[in-house]
């Protein structure tokens, strides 16, 4: 079992950048698939990145290639997103999650942390 919990959400400027965090407690990050996931008001709760256990090997939903970069502090034990080019259609309500399957459809990850709002103006 791990507990997660997001920080480093805001408001933040179209353009500008944003570092969230997912601090874990119980188990190490590298015990896991770790995924990023975000949810708008109204709409379903989407895919935005993955990273696996052991290789760090990346995934990114394509509305985000580019500009986030997803990563993994065993040190820290955390997990990291880097948002750079931020758009007012990347506003949503970020969580982190840990499984053991890479995958990008939230029902396949087994621990959720309670979410960190980001808002990005125009």
């Known amino acids: 079992q791990v507990q997660l919990v997001e920080s480093g959400g805001g408001l933040v400027q179209a353009g500008g950048s944003l570092r969230l965090s997912c601090a874990a407690s119980?188990?190490?990050?590298?015990?896991?698939?770790m995924g990023w996931f975000r949810q708008a008001p109204g709409k379903e709760r989407e895919f935005v990145a993955a990273?696996?256990?052991?290789?760090?090997?990346?995934h990114y939903a394509d509305s985000v290639k580019g500009r986030f970069t997803i990563s993994r502090d065993n040190v820290k034990n955390t997990l990291n997103l880097q948002m750079n080019s931020l758009k007012p259609e990347d506003t949503s309500v970020y969580y982190c999650?840990?499984?053991?399957?890479?995958?990008?459809?939230?029902?396949?990850?087994?621990?959720w942390g309670q979410g960190t709002q980001v808002t990005v103006s125009s």
């Open positions: 999650a840990a499984g053991s399957v890479v995958n990008n459809k939230p029902a396949n990850y087994d621990y």
């Open positions: 119980g188990r190490t990050v590298s015990a896991y698939v």
């Open positions: 990273i696996t256990r052991i290789f760090d090997n990346t």
